[in-house]
């Protein structure tokens, strides 16, 4: 799932929790209700297409894991058509990551904008000022599709403007470590609750010959959307929450160790070998087939990963008594994830009904797992399992939330910049120092808070 999409509801936060994909299986997979807008797509398509003939609406969508095929194959597809019987939908993949940034991109310069799209802070500056990516307000507001939202406020970006329709269950997503009870037990090891813990729990792993952790390291995906977040957060949550809001910089001591964890990790062989060049699919692999004992992920995995009875999760320990997991804890989301609208498009109320349309069966795909959604379904969800339920008790009191700094406070340079600077981190090859040098040159040069 891509990154951004700014945080500003930084206030709502009822709880993640997103889901068993065994509910995946019930009655709602392949029959999930429509929208119930106040106009039906069929009838927006109808009045406006005239002449009977179909019109052709263009979609590139995120698909990056298994959440996503799942939306696609057993929600999307399977309704579209009900939804939309005078429009004929193409739905073009767009991956995730630099992958869909790039993409979109091409798209915006080539003058071959989609009509709906995914999108996401990465590229929505470019897009903004290429004037390509549609206010969605005024259309929202009038079929009383914004209505339906709990915090509607959460989706406007910071001009006041609502560009990006989502199911709100972005903001229920937090990196956790997940690992293998069974392989913890066999190295000897226990849940560690510190940094230095940590660290020795790796050790103890290697020593029976398992990989202590896995995650994706191409492109500088985990240093990126979270891992430099966390080695900051974990020692001085404030000064995490500074940099966040720009009130800081990476001349900060607490900014700068946070680097300089990430660099302990990798020499303390935390990460298999090659971690920099390793992609987001065969990183699940890893630890799913139990070459390594370790996961460091988002929660949006937790409904696959809790198939596995063997799989538990703990929050990142803590490297400093500033920090406490029950206190203390990333956010996913910003305003600008979600599907748009291209101003380009030919059918902007058939555009907007598709983006609408698109927005809810997200919403009942993760609420049919037991995650909690901001946009209302209409749809009874089930019981959580019991992990879901062990991550919602400790996510949802939590006081303070911190938004992620991929989403909320990065222009397109600058994050990539984090991404392909991370990479070299991650190999070893890199020093810490230099990565806080070379980032607070990009970082002085951000411009996400001149919009």
């Known amino acids: 799932m891509r990154k951004k999409e700014k945080a500003v509801g930084m206030a709502i936060l009822a709880a993640l929790t997103v ?3 065994s509910a995946c299986g019930s009655k709602n997979d392949n029959n999930p209700s429509s929208p119930g807008n106040s106009a039906s797509a069929s009838e927006q398509s109808s009045n406006s297409s005239g002449s009977g003939e179909k019109i052709k609406l263009r979609v590139v969508t995120i698909t ?3 959440n996503r095929n799942h939306i696609m194959e057993q929600y999307i597809k399977p309704n579209v058509t009900k939804e939309f019987p005078n429009v004929d939908v193409e739905f073009e993949p767009g991956g995730g990551g630099d992958d869909m940034a790039n993409k979109m991109k091409t798209f915006n310069s080539s003058g071959d904008m989609p009509d ?9 500056t470019p897009l903004k000022s290429a004037d390509s990516i549609m206010d969605l307000t005024p259309y929202i507001t009038k079929d009383g599709f914004l209505d339906k939202y709990d915090v509607p406020d959460a989706l406007k970006h910071v001009d ?9 269950s972005d903001t229920y997503f937090t990196p956790v470590i997940f690992y293998h009870k069974d392989m913890f037990e066999q190295a000897g090891v226990q849940v560690p609750k510190t940094f230095d813990e940590l660290l020795k729990a790796a050790d103890q792993l290697k020593s029976k010959g398992m990989v202590p952790a896995t995650t ?16 900051i957060q974990i020692g001085d949550p404030q000064a995490m929450q500074d940099l966040v809001a720009n009130k800081t910089d990476f001349n900060n001591p ?10 302990q990790l990798v020499k303390a ?17 890893m630890f799913t087939s139990k070459k390594a004992a370790m996961l460091l992920m988002f929660t949006w995995e937790l409904p696959n990963l809790a198939k596995d009875d063997t799989v538990d999760f703990f929050p990142f320990p803590g490297a400093s008594d500033k920090y406490d997991s029950s206190k203390f804890v990333q956010y996913w989301g910003s305003p600008l994830n979600g599907y748009a609208v291209s101003t380009k ?10 983006a609408e349309f698109l927005a809810m069966m997200d919403a009942k795909y993760f609420e049919s797992t037991g995650g909690q959604v901001s946009l209302k379904t209409g749809d009874t969800a089930p019981e959580p399992g019991p992990l879901m339920k062990k991550f919602i008790d400790w996510y949802n009191p939590i006081p303070t939330k911190i938004p992620s700094l991929a989403l909320n406070a990065l222009d397109s340079k600058t994050s990539a910049e984090l991404g392909s600077n991370g990479a070299n981190l991650l190999t070893g090859e890199y020093s810490a120092d230099q990565f806080n040098a070379d980032m607070q040159k990009t970082w002085s040069e951000n411009t996400w808070f001149k919009q």
Not at 116 to 124: C, L, S
């Open 116 to 124: 709906v799209f995914w999108d996401d802070a990465g590229y929505f």
């Open 269 to 285: 062989g935390f990460f298999p070998d090659g971690i920099a060049n390793l992609d987001y699919g065969p990183a699940m692999e």
């Open 345 to 354: 498009t030919k059918h902007p109320d058939e555009a907007v009904k598709l």
């Open 64 to 66: 990056t894991d298994e």
């Open 160 to 168: 006041g403007k609502i560009y990006s329709l989502s199911s709100g």
């Open 216 to 231: 994706q390291g191409k492109g500088g995906w985990g240093p990126q959307l979270y891992l430099l977040q966390q080695m």
């Open 254 to 263: 607490a900014v700068k160790e946070g680097a300089a964890r990430i660099a």
């Open 19 to 21: 889901m068993s994909l």
